[in-house]
């Protein structure tokens, strides 16, 4: 293409600006070959003029398109040039707040200079396992793509962070060094990676130091390598420094700090341990005042010193090392701080003995004081001959002085860093490492000295090396893709690198002055000048003869040769290094030791493979210094070496960039960036690139890009490479310009720009046309609007004069109407007014004349009225008289009355007063009065009946003594008295008989009487009652209608709240439960590894009895589980030996402290247990007393009962054995018909007698159990009980409840004592005998039922005497409300209802209490009665089933009868025995080498059911050891299968169904009342009877728990890898596809990216929910399932959208809807919508719709704010950040418009993390689920190998 067709009008170029760098304008002028200059309008829309004319000038650079602006790679941009460059870094950085962008394979990173939520612990797992290229530019990143190509490819990486003072290059080296750490954790418990990271503190205090330029700048450079094993984890590290800049120990230029060590001493100088070291304030000293304000904003130097001294104690630095270290420090500072007296002008200098800084400086390194006075003002002379001692001047003895503390602080540094190295290694062989190096950048400054050329100098080398990485990688990629490759022009700066370093160069030069005695800076600098003058990169300056100019890769820069030769040598005096080495401490000494005696920096790093890893400064030796190796020696070495390293490692780069000298943040100077741009190589990438084919596109996105450029015909092939290469060949006509690989297209620069144009030319046409067809329908539509408008005018126009013309001719013929109707009204009013007044005149005169007449009759009429009334009066008088009187007399009468009356009255009225305040509790009273009148009703019928026995038995005496007086008569005719005697006796019967009748009538009209009376007062309360219930309720009804709303909001709040706690709680417990699982995970990983340590030679093995599993816990306990780990780790070591289990003592530690610690909570809880039990005690000794009675009563009947079932038990038991025994012998014998018949018969005999037995046991039982109550009372002298007392209040004995005389009771007890006695001689007897018994028995009953009769009469008189005493309570009681009542009425009417309430509800409350507290009662005694109960109930069967298969173990011959009686009795009772020693064989087909397939066919969870078979068989014969053997070896060898299937989803989710299951058994048969509630009668029959299995239902609970986390982490593994894919990048709505408008370029080398659809995650999905379904899983588990499973989703998609550029624009959000609705469609389709799975999407429900609104004005603003709840305020804002319009003609997202978000979103209180917590679990519920399976219905297939199982 000609410059004609690319700079024509509208087109945007770059021009040069001196403020700005390159300014951006705008051509409106096509221009033409020869043109002399360029017509632009600049952005402020001047006008300029563009010379081209003049020497030198070019065409203006183009400028990309806006949709190429802001890419997350520099490379792809079409046009490449340094104004391109700039623009996009400013727009990434100030726009979308982006500090990280690729150029190529470097990092730029801009610093922010603020901090930014970007480096959390959740991004550096949303990087791990991504490609380089995949998301948005990173350090993680970097990091990831070095540790993915040091495992893919096994090579050695290094990462090279490289700029100038405050870019950032520490922080991003810590931050890759983080992620290293964070992916690569160690293997082992050493927490090497948390050492690396405290390295940093320690070499941040005593490396970094304020500059101009940054507040914590690196002084020294560093290459750290980080040691990985064979599984990628870290093992060690290793450290080398670079060029310590010494001399800002002793000189700080203004603004600047000494190094941070300094002044964090002096900061801490208050603490107790430092008094000693003499410090004060940092203004107190010279090293660290010279630079002026010794704070910095923001830190705090205590602070910081309380961290270094952490990593001191963290990488093992001793104590007493850490003091000697500060003391040296401090040391250094009084060495300052000398006062050096000069004498002599000069010449002499001396500093006094009593100067406290030299004692102090003395005193803290343990050295003479008056041989270091002496020698620091003084040298030594050595001749051949002799040695002189010379004094120095004042000059040289601040020299010396200030070189002793530099060298002081050099050793001091090297000491620290080889001590770091040493608690950084490892003896493990070391794989593989990366290394981090953290170089300074070019500088260049006003004054520029030997560190400025060092550091340059190693710039240069590593430009080189970066320039010759990057050639060849993109020589490799043309080669890959099969493109002809043509050598690329690039800079070499190996020149420069020799003018420095090779023979006779610069640092050459510089160590020839050093030899010489005489040696200058200026003699060193003419000789550069004579031999580099040629030099193409050397140059002397004009106006000096002491400076020199190297034309550096980046710049030229000017050094000042003064202080070369000095900072060079290095020099420091042997006399103060040799009393430095006789100091009193150890450590000082070591510290200038010669460098044989010191300890080799190599010991450290003497593994790391193919590289000679060795210090960068070897230890200074004083003596024969011109034998010393020089500064710039070593620093060449140095450097060489790590050239080697790097060079022998795949690099990846970090250009840092500081963007303004200010410090401020997000504010960009271009000027300062262009400057670093050139200098870190960035520049020189591009051009690499653009020199070649920097533009790169696969053929799908080339295609589905471009293909509005093709033609149907193109568009109807099926090869996409083919349409590609035709379109191409169609459209560039330059064959040069594009390259075809094998997978990619490769451009020129500008030609994807050109594509782009043409692109957008084909769109604008189209909307041309589209806006022209628009148009012109828009018009026609306009005119037939104004047509059929115009229309409807006319017609409405001619209409509105018609209808006016019609009204006009309305009105007039109105008129005439109302013209004639008003006259004719007018004349007719006048006619009316005549009239009306004539009519008036006659009226009166008229009315007169009747008044007159009127008036007269009136008066005769008054005076006959008057007389009427006094005749009346008279007669009147006379009547009242009369009357009064009368009155009189009755009202004495009605008052004598009405008195009586009265006083009836008061008394009625006082106890209607005293029903109304009566209770509710009144109806039961009133219920219990009626019962009591029934009762008297039937006493008084009971009475009538005896009455009439005596009256009739009273006729028949004398009827019969009639008769005897007849016989009598007749005898003795002539007996008289007799006669008279029997008559009188007569008589009196007679007379005693109608007394009786009388009494009688007497009685019956009492009780009448009283009944009726009860009856009226009965009704009386139940009208008052409701009268009193409906006052209450309307006064409840109006409480609840005040307080129901806030008591409901209350309500609902309390209950979000404790839910909330409660998750909260349980996620707490469930971390736990996790952490715990992974701290056996761990202990079974040490105990493999010392297993595999104990079988290699030299040492023992484990006892062959000792298996894996012995570890696991045997006890419910999680405490004694982990104690039992921490003893056999004790075990394990000292078998090894401490040599070899050093490695692993941290676990142990970490166990033993674990077990204190759970051994003190356990400790703690006892004491708190046996607290609360000793006050329940006190509070229940009351209680305890209360119920001995009824306890002692309760043991009686049970003790009885036992002895008496037991005994009948062996009767039964003997007549079942010899009955059988006959029926045999009798079979034999006779057919079987009569068999069968004899059989029958005497079975219901048996059961007949049996039947009756039971009925005279349960009365004997009776009577035994009060006789030995009365016994007991009798021998405690106590009282006899008056009240009745229940003995067992589940039994309905009869007679139970009542009194039994003492003496009755004793006599009836011996009497069957003897009947017992002779029953024992009854023994030919079987069914008589046992009637005799109950003959015997009867007896006894029946004197006992007599007394009993007259003790229900006493009791019945008693009951009427305490009903007579109530009543009076009850009337005093009414009273006494009656007077409250009163007093009430005499209150307001609302203190009137406050005071009613209150008496009610108290009353109320106290009855509450009252019936709470004897409900507890009964079913605290109803419960302990029950178990007991089936207790005994139990062992009766036992003992019963226990004796019947005797004899048919016995008599084996006996096979036709024994057989079918087994059959009847021996059906399956749902349990499964087994023999001990069958556990292992059970545990093992059961549970290890069981596969889900086994039983699929079968009942789900059937292993489960099948334990818990075995379980209640163990329970059922009482074996507790059977038990806790068969659940732990259960729990155990489930663990065990879950560690061996730790990958297999199908195997742990079979387990967590029947660990559930398991867990739900041992519930719903627990006999627990809770858990009972759904159980049918068949399965209650199957619950457990002896253990209580609590503890180890919680241990299944922790189990479940487990495998649940375990199925969650392989469900999740699983899908992971298709999330991203299936969901941001699946193509579902074809023609959506978020294609990138440039090339995207992937730098990592990882083969074959797979790429899943959504069908297959929901296929993925399906797959997990049919087998949970199938294995029989809970469904409420199963929505958990996938509730964490989509919250998984939703955080792994989102975190990806909010990493990455290209996936957020409007097809992107639609394309995502769409899969969300296909994920919820899912849900719904499984039923699973109530799960709260379709919830945990709402994130990226709303990212999707935020990336589909509208973006412009506020009103959208608004829109957005209120729609994206769910998404924190950094989320929306980064997603606006992100979003990229696909083509030009979608508008980008304004700056403004984001910062009226997030002015609108500043109230929100989002938590300050952008980035989702993927890893995030929910706690897990498991709800009781019970079974309708009975456990008598299972069946056990024999694919399972348990014939060893009996079914019982």
Request: aromatic share 8%.
């Amino acid at each position: 293409m000609s410059a004609a067709q690319l700079y024509t009008k509208y087109t945007r170029v770059w021009i040069p600006d001196p403020d700005e760098v390159w300014r951006s304008a705008e051509i409106i002028k096509d221009y033409k070959e020869g043109d002399k200059s360029l017509q632009l309008k600049l952005e402020d829309e001047t006008l300029y003029e563009y010379p081209l004319d003049l020497p030198g000038s070019e065409l203006p650079f183009l400028r990309n398109p806006d949709i190429l602006v802001g890419q997350n790679d520099l490379t792809a941009l079409s046009y490449l040039h340094e104004p391109a460059i700039l623009h996009n870094l400013k727009v990434r950085f100030l726009e979308s707040n982006h500090i990280y962008t690729y150029c190529g394979i470097v990092l730029v990173a801009i610093n922010p200079y603020e901090q930014l939520p970007i480096y959390e612990q959740d991004v550096i797992y949303a990087y791990s396992g991504q490609n380089m290229g995949d998301m948005d530019p990173h350090i993680f990143a970097v990091a990831e793509e070095a540790y993915k190509q040091m495992a893919r490819e096994e090579k050695n990486q290094s990462i090279i962070v490289s700029g100038e003072s405050g870019a950032g290059k520490t922080v991003s080296a810590k931050y890759a060094m983080r992620f290293f750490a964070t992916v690569g954790g160690s293997a082992s418990e050493t927490n090497i990676e948390t050492k690396v990271l405290a390295s940093s503190p320690i070499m941040e205090a005593i490396g970094n130091a304020k500059t101009t330029r940054n507040d914590n700048s690196s002084r020294f450079g560093k290459y750290i390598q980080i040691g990985f094993d064979k599984r990628y984890h870290i093992i060690g590290a290793n450290m080398r420094t670079y060029l310590l800049e010494k001399s800002r120990v002793v000189f700080q230029a203004e603004d600047e700090r000494n190094y941070h060590i300094f002044y964090q001493l002096c900061a801490s100088s208050s603490l107790p341990e430092f008094k000693d070291l003499g410090l004060t304030c940092a203004e107190d000293f010279f090293y660290t005042s010279q630079g002026g304000d010794t704070s910095i904003d923001g830190v705090d130097g205590a602070d910081d010193f309380e961290k270094t001294r952490h990593a001191f104690t963290l990488l093992g630095v001793k104590e007493s090392h850490q003091m000697t270290i500060f003391r040296i420090i401090a040391a250094i500072l009084h060495l300052g701080n000398l006062k050096i007296q000069g004498e002599r002008d000069g010449e002499v200098c001396s500093i006094s003995s009593e100067d406290e800084h030299l004692s102090s400086f003395c005193s803290l390194l343990g050295v003479e004081h008056n041989q270091m006075q002496h020698w620091l003002c003084h040298r030594k002379l050595v001749t051949t001959a002799e040695t002189y001692v010379k004094s120095m001047s004042l000059h040289q003895v601040v020299n010396a002085r200030n070189a002793l503390a530099k060298h002081i602080y050099a050793q001091l540094f090297n000491w620290i860093v080889q001590h770091i190295n040493k608690a950084l290694h490892t003896t493990v062989k070391q794989h593989s490492f990366i290394g981090v190096l953290d170089i300074y950048g070019f500088e260049t400054f006003e004054v520029n000295s030997f560190e400025q050329f060092c550091i340059n100098y190693a710039n240069e080398k590593l430009q080189q090396q970066f320039n010759s990485h990057v050639f060849k990688l993109e020589q490799e990629e043309y080669m890959k893709e099969g493109i002809p490759w043509t050598l690329i022009d690039f800079y070499d700066n190996q020149p420069c690198i020799d003018l420095i370093e090779a023979k006779l160069g610069i640092l050459d030069l510089l160590d020839e002055e050093c030899k010489v005695p005489k040696g200058t800076d200026q003699n060193w600098a003419q000789k550069l000048y004579d031999r580099h003058a040629a030099s193409q990169h050397f140059q002397k300056p004009r106006m000096s003869n002491t400076s020199f100019i190297v034309l550096h890769f980046a710049d030229k820069v000017e050094y000042q040769s003064e202080g070369f030769l000095e900072k060079n040598r290095d020099t420091v005096y042997e006399e103060q290094i040799n009393i430095l080495k006789a100091s009193q401490y150890q450590m000082v000494a070591d510290l200038f030791q010669e460098e044989k005696d010191a300890v080799p920096a190599t010991a450290v790093a003497k593994r790391m493979p193919r590289i000679n890893v060795r210090s960068a400064k070897p230890a200074f030796k004083a003596a024969n210094k011109e034998h010393r190796k020089t500064v710039g020696h070593q620093f060449r070495n140095s450097l060489q070496l790590l050239m080697e390293t790097l060079n022998a490692t795949t690099p990846h780069y970090v250009r840092c960039i500081k963007p303004n000298d200010e410090k401020l943040p997000f504010k960009f100077d271009a000027k300062r960036a262009v400057q670093q741009l050139r200098a870190c190589g960035v520049l020189e990438t591009i051009r690499i690139s653009a020199a070649g084919f920097p533009s790169r596109w696969s053929y799908p996105d080339f295609f589905n890009r471009y293909r509005v450029l093709m033609n149907k015909r193109d568009l109807s092939k099926n090869d996409k490479k083919q349409i590609c290469q035709t379109l191409l060949e169609d459209l560039i006509k330059d064959p040069d310009k594009f390259q075809f690989g094998r997978t990619k297209i490769f451009f020129r620069a500008g030609q994807v720009a050109y594509l782009e144009k043409l692109r957008a030319d084909k769109f604008r046409a189209a909307t041309i046309m589209i806006q022209k067809t628009v148009r012109g329908w828009l018009q026609r539509a306009r005119y037939q609007r104004l047509r059929r408008a115009t229309l409807a005018l006319q017609r409405y126009a001619r209409g509105h004069l018609a209808r006016r013309l019609f009204q006009h001719l309305r009105r007039t013929r109105a008129a005439i109407i109302l013209q004639k109707q008003y006259r004719m009204l007018r004349m007719r009013r006048a006619f009316l007014r005549v009239c009306s007044a004539t009519l008036t005149i006659q009226a009166f005169a008229r009315g007169m004349f009747v008044r007159r007449i009127y008036r007269q009759m009136l008066m005769e009429h008054k005076a006959t009225i008057l007389q009427k009334y006094a005749r009346g009066w008279l007669a009147r008088v006379r009547f009242r008289r009369a009357q009064a009187a009368a009155v009189v007399l009755q009202c004495h009468w009605r008052r004598l009355r009405a008195r009586r009356q009265l006083q009836a009255l008061r008394i009625e009225a006082r106890s209607a007063q005293h029903l109304k305040k009566l209770n509710i509790g009144m109806e039961n009273k009133v219920v219990q009065l009626q019962r009591k009148v029934d009762e008297q009703n039937k006493e008084n019928k009971l009475l009538n009946e005896q009455l009439s026995m005596l009256t009739s038995a009273h006729s028949s005496e004398v009827e019969k003594l009639k008769k005897e007086l007849q016989q009598y008569q007749q005898t003795q005719q002539g007996d008289g008295k007799q006669l008279l005697s029997l008559q009188e006796e007569t008589e009196r019967l007679r007379m005693e008989l109608e007394r009786a009748h009388g009494e009688r009538e007497v009685l019956e009209d009492s009780h009448g009487k009283e009944r009726d009376l009860l009856r009226k007062r009965i009704c009386d309360l139940e009208e008052e009652n409701a009268l009193l219930k409906q006052e209450k309720e309307e006064l409840n009804s109006r409480i609840l209608c005040q307080s129901e709303d806030e008591f409901a909001r209350n309500t609902v709040e309390e209950n979000i709240q404790m839910k909330k706690e409660l998750e909260e709680e349980r996620s707490r417990y469930q971390n736990l439960v996790k952490e715990y699982a992974s701290l056996e995970q761990r202990y079974d990983n040490l105990r493999d590894e010392m297993t595999i340590f104990k079988q290699t030679p030299g040492h023992r093995r484990n006892p062959s009895n000792q298996s894996s599993l012995e570890s696991d816990s045997n006890n419910p306990s999680i405490c004694t589980s982990e104690i039992g780990d921490t003893e056999d780790v004790i075990q394990q070591v000292e078998e090894i030996g401490m040599e070899k289990a050093a490695m692993d003592m941290t676990l142990f530690l970490k166990l033993q402290k674990r077990v204190r610690e759970l051994e003190l909570e356990r400790k703690k809880l006892q004491a708190q247990l046996e607290k609360k039990e000793q006050d329940s005690k006190k509070s229940q000794v009351n209680e305890i007393k209360t119920e001995v009675t009824s306890e002692h009563e309760d043991f009686a009947y049970n003790s009885l009962k036992r002895q008496e079932l037991e005994s009948e038990n062996k009767k039964l038991k003997n007549e079942l054995n010899e009955l059988r025994k006959a029926i045999a012998d009798h079979a034999t014998q006779n057919d079987s018909n009569d068999v069968q018949d004899g059989y029958n018969l005497l079975l219901n005999q048996l059961k007949s007698a049996n039947e009756e037995l039971e009925v005279r046991k349960e009365e004997v039982l009776i009577l035994r159990s009060q006789i030995m109550k009365a016994a007991q009372q009798k021998e405690t002298g106590k009282n006899m009980v008056k009240e009745r007392e229940s003995i067992s209040p589940n039994a309905n004995w009869p007679n139970s409840d009542r009194h039994v005389d003492q003496e009755d009771a004793i006599e009836a007890y011996q009497g069957m004592c003897e009947t017992n006695r002779k029953t024992e001689d009854w023994g030919y007897l079987n069914e008589d005998g046992e009637l005799g018994l109950a003959y015997q028995g009867l007896k006894q009953v029946a004197r006992l039922l007599e007394a009993q009769l007259q003790d229900q009469r006493r009791e019945h008189e008693e009951e009427m005497e305490a009903l007579k005493n109530q009543v009076d309570l009850m009337q005093e009681e009414l009273e006494k409300q009656q007077q409250a009542f009163l007093q009430t009425l005499q209150l307001s009417p609302e203190v009137q209802v406050e005071f009613g309430l209150q008496q009610e509800i108290t009353r109320l409350t106290n009855e509450n209490l009252d019936l709470k507290e004897l409900l507890e009662k009964l079913e605290k005694n109803e419960k302990k009665l029950k178990k007991q109960l089936k207790i005994y109930m139990k062992k009766v069967q036992d003992f019963e089933a226990s004796q019947t298969m005797v004899p048919v173990e016995r008599r084996p011959h006996e096979q036709n009868m024994q057989v079918a009686v087994q059959r009847k009795e021996k059906d399956f009772q749902g349990m499964l025995e087994y023999y001990k020693e069958d556990e292992p064989l059970l545990i093992r087909n059961l549970i290890t080498d069981l596969k889900p397939q086994a039983v699929s066919a079968t009942v789900p969870c059937l292993p489960a059911y099948i334990l818990y078979m075995c379980i209640r068989h163990a329970d059922y014969i009482n074996d507790d050891q059977k038990v806790h053997s068969l659940l732990t070896s259960t729990i155990n060898g489930v663990k065990k299968v879950l560690k061996k299937h730790q990958d297999d989803f199908e195997m742990t989710s079979f387990w967590l169904a029947n660990t559930c299951r398991l867990l739900h058994c041992l519930k719903q048969y627990s006999g627990e009342e809770g858990f009972m509630t759904q159980n049918t009668a068949k399965q209650n029959e199957h619950c457990l009877k002896n253990f209580d299995l609590t503890e180890y239902r919680q241990v299944l609970g922790h189990l479940s728990i487990q495998i649940y986390q375990q199925l969650i982490n392989i469900a999740e593994s699983i899908l992971q890898p298709m999330i991203v894919s299936a969901v941001l990048e699946n193509e579902s709505i074809q023609g959506l596809s978020s294609v990138k408008p440039v090339g995207h370029r992937k730098y990592s080398s990882n083969a074959g990216d797979s790429s899943y659809s959504l069908d297959e995650m929901i296929r993925q999905l399906n797959t997990f929910h049919s087998i949970m379904c199938d294995q029989g899983l809970d469904p409420e588990i199963i929505q958990q399932v996938f509730k964490q499973l989509f919250y998984m989703i939703n955080a792994i998609a989102l975190n990806n959208l909010l990493l990455r550029k290209d996936v957020c624009s409007w097809s992107t959000g639609m394309q995502l809807r769409f899969n969300i609705s296909q994920l919820e469609e899912w849900l719904h389709g499984k039923n699973l919508q109530q799960s709260g799975a379709a919830q945990t999407l709402e994130p990226l429900i709303q990212a999707a719709q935020l990336l589909q609104l509208k973006k412009k004005t506020s009103e959208d603003a608004e829109a957005i704010c209120s729609l994206c709840t769910s998404l924190t305020t950094q989320q929306i804002v980064k997603i606006l950040n992100l979003y990229t319009p696909v083509n030009e003609f979608e508008e980008r997202v304004t700056v403004a418009f984001i910062r009226n978000i997030q002015k609108q979103l500043q109230e929100r209180n989002d938590p300050p993390q952008l980035l989702l917590d993927f890893k995030h679990m929910f706690p897990v519920l498991f709800p009781f689920n019970p079974s309708a399976i009975t456990m008598d219905s299972i069946h056990l297939p024999a694919s399972l190998n348990l014939d060893f199982l009996n079914k019982v």
